[in-house]
């Protein structure tokens, strides 16, 4: 009996020590905040003047949103020849009254954020193949859409839109690389059905200090932050 009782623990011990431990990350995503400096400053008070910002700045510049403003349509992050890897921020003009950087919002202070929404089921903000170092910073980006109503069946049928933030990486195109969305709130509503708040496709995708609730769509599965097409890293924190 105590032989097969050694036999026993032996086979124990063995296995537990074959469990696989979960690897700490191999690559680091510096997601500290710095605030630009040397580039144009695009001030936009309308969707037609945050387009245009989109088409016209250079890697180096910001983009200022004014807070409690609605930006509404489908807006393009472009590719920019970009050789230098500058950054592009877009960002609320009342950044300053946001929580720190390392400090995650909430929908309270949503008041100090531009709203950028989607008017139907299209995607609020795209980032096509290719495109790099875009950095989100303390905006409220949600949906409207009127896609999919059917408020008088039983039960009513909400609106709907498929994204708020897609990271649209096509197969052979260069890849879509360094985007990091920082303390901004994606949401959609109870009454507002969303199917993914954000997808993070290309490499060194980052979501920091972000709130991100109501996504949500009867018969499809949904994600707050998903990925199927990257070699990675992706970073997300807080």
């Given at each position: ?176 690389d360094s985007i990091t969305v ?57």
């Amino acid at each position: 009996m105590t032989r097969v009782l050694g036999v026993i623990l032996l086979f124990t011990a063995a296995t537990v020590a074959q469990v696989p431990v979960p690897a700490l990350p191999h690559i680091y995503i510096n997601t500290a905040y710095y605030s630009p400096t040397g580039g144009q400053t695009w001030k936009t008070h309308s969707s037609a003047d945050f387009k245009n910002a989109l088409n016209s700045a250079n890697p180096g510049d910001t983009i200022v949103l004014d807070a409690g403003v609605t930006y509404q349509g489908n807006f393009t992050l472009p590719v920019k020849a970009n050789p230098q890897n500058k950054w592009i921020y877009i960002i609320s003009s009342a950044l300053s009254s946001l929580p720190a950087p390392g400090t995650r919002v909430a929908p309270e202070n949503a008041r100090l954020m531009p709203k950028i929404v989607t008017p139907n089921a299209g995607y609020t903000l795209t980032v096509p193949s290719g495109a790099n170092h875009y950095r989100l910073v303390g905006l409220e980006v949600f949906t409207a859409s009127n896609y999919g109503c059917q408020p008088l069946a039983d039960p009513p049928v909400n609106c709907w839109s498929n994204g708020l933030i897609t990271l649209d990486q096509q197969p052979g195109r260069s890849l879509i690389d360094s985007i990091t969305v920082d303390r901004c709130y994606l949401h959609g509503s109870p009454t507002m059905d969303l199917r993914r708040a954000m997808s993070a496709n290309g490499s060194n995708i980052a979501v920091v200090d972000s709130y991100i609730n109501d996504v949500h769509l009867p018969g499809f599965d949904t994600q707050a932050v998903a990925e199927w097409y990257s070699p990675g890293p992706i970073k997300i924190s807080n």
